[in-house]
């Protein structure tokens, strides 16, 4: 597609539900980010993706969440058992290779846990 | 960690007026990039600066680097209310190519 297209834009969900969030990235592009930005503060790494490399995890802020990215494209962050403090925008980003390339931001997943 | 770390944290100017925002950052880096996001939303690539340049323009925006002092700055010239936006330095952090955000500058730029 022409660029990093998320959905849903918007979610509003229980306490205790499980979400899932995704991620269409550039055609083309290799490594795939999700960060997330609580209200007026900075990005905070969650997890990327590289080509068929491992994925580095070490943003995941609990076991409650996970990623996947299928067949190199799409990508799924998912949210289980929800809890208020997990209400951000979900942000994801592509590039194309690694080595100081330019990533592109999708327009967010904003989630509100009530 | 190697994140970037911008001040100030908030800078209001009239337009017309030059905004400068700078972003330190701990160890050694190749590259370092400026992003830009609108209402909190997705961010847009602004410039990106190479460890062995120390300048760098784009119309109205100069970016330098000073590897020495670790640290960076974002010069926009002539502001316009449109610059009105949070701006991000971003870095790679140690070895990988995961890149590292800071908390960011409000810039508001009053008509």
């Known amino acids: 597609g022409a660029g990093v297209s998320q959905s849903p834009s918007n979610k509003v969900t229980e306490k205790g539900k499980d979400v899932e969030l995704r991620c269409d990235p550039i055609s083309g592009h290799t490594a795939l980010y999700w960060y997330r930005q609580s209200l007026g503060q900075g990005l905070e790494f969650l997890i990327y993706?590289?080509?068929?490399?491992?994925?580095?995890k070490s943003g995941l802020p609990s076991d409650r969440f996970s990623a996947e990215r299928t067949g190199g494209s799409v990508s799924t962050l998912t949210i289980q058992r929800t809890q208020q403090e997990d209400s951000a925008v979900y942000l994801c980003?592509?590039?194309?290779?690694?080595?100081?390339?330019?990533?592109?931001f999708g327009e967010g997943s904003w989630l509100t846990v009530v | 960690s190697q994140q970037g770390e911008e001040d100030p944290q908030a800078l209001s100017i009239q337009e017309g007026e030059n905004a400068t925002m700078n972003c330190s950052y701990k160890t050694s880096i190749n590259n370092l990039q400026w992003y830009r996001q609108n209402s909190g939303r997705g961010l847009v690539h602004l410039i990106l600066?190479?460890?062995?340049?120390r300048e760098k323009h784009s119309g109205r925006l100069r970016v330098t680097l000073d590897t020495s002092k670790k640290s960076s700055s974002l010069l926009i010239t002539a502001s316009r209310a449109a610059d009105t936006a949070s701006y991000f330095c971003a870095v790679p952090q140690g070895g990988s190519e995961k890149l590292v955000f800071g908390k960011g500058t409000k810039l508001t730029v009053n008509p």
């Open positions: 980003a592509s590039s194309l290779m690694t080595g100081g390339n330019t990533i592109y």
């Open positions: 600066i190479r460890s062995n340049e």
């Open positions: 993706f590289q080509g068929n490399s491992a994925p580095d």
